[in-house]
């Protein structure tokens, strides 16, 4: 079974990705911010992160950069409030530290469940 963070200052918002995820056969985590998330990378147990970009107390950027540093080959799917709003250089700094894809909210449980399954098949090649 996956083992999947869901990191996300929005409650509401964090339980329903963690929901999709659960039906899609992943156990899950979840993270109100980033330093509950990077206590769960820490545990050795996630195999992938799905945060948000934009959190209180650190952003997605910065825990992008820290889990880079503690587990540089483990998998993250950023999430935004929208790319409409998100400069060409902050998704490009995203990619750079580390982010396989980035979903703009709202997304659907399709586009979760099809990003999540490619991200894992690029992290596992051969699996």
């Given at each position: 079974?996956?083992?999947i963070a869901v990191a996300d200052d929005d409650s509401l918002h964090r339980e329903v990705v963690a929901t999709m995820l659960e039906r899609q056969g992943h156990w899950v985590e979840v993270a109100a911010?980033?330093?509950?998330c990077l206590d769960?990378?820490?545990?050795g147990t996630i195999d992938l992160v799905v945060t948000d970009?934009?959190?209180p107390g650190g952003d997605g950027?910065?825990?992008l950069a820290a889990i880079r540093d503690r587990q540089p080959r483990l998998p993250v799917i950023a999430m935004t409030g929208g790319l409409g709003g998100l400069s060409h250089r902050r998704f490009d700094a995203m990619r750079a530290l580390g982010a396989q894809a980035v979903?703009?909210?709202?997304?659907?449980r399709q586009e979760l469940a099809e990003t999540t399954t490619q991200v894992l098949a690029e992290?596992?090649?051969g699996r």
């Open positions: 079974m996956i083992r911010n980033w330093r509950e769960l990378v820490d545990s970009v934009f959190m950027l910065s825990l979903l703009a909210k709202p997304f659907t992290a596992r090649p």
